[in-house]
């Protein structure tokens, strides 16, 4: 399923690296497991829309369903 635009609809471009400028190190997202260790939920990737320029931060859908979703209940939203 391709990713939409939220602010346009268009189909946005995926797979992008996102970087911190000056740095050659990619960013990723992190969630504490106990007070000494983190782990690594996944890499962050974007998007971003052709059209209109709007950007989008996700990680991979096995990795968030593997790390965060089962600690939301998602019925609760």
Request: proline share 5%.
């Amino acid at each position: 399923m391709a990713r939409k635009c939220p602010m346009c609809g268009t189909e946005m471009v995926e797979e992008c690296s996102v970087r911190v400028k000056g740095s050659p190190m990619l960013l990723m997202l992190v969630k504490r497991i106990d007070k000494r260790h983190t782990g690594n939920i996944g890499d962050i990737h974007g998007a971003v829309c052709p059209r209109c320029g709007e950007v989008s931060l996700y990680i991979e859908k096995e990795r968030l369903e593997k790390y965060v979703t089962p600690y939301v209940n998602i019925e609760d939203k």
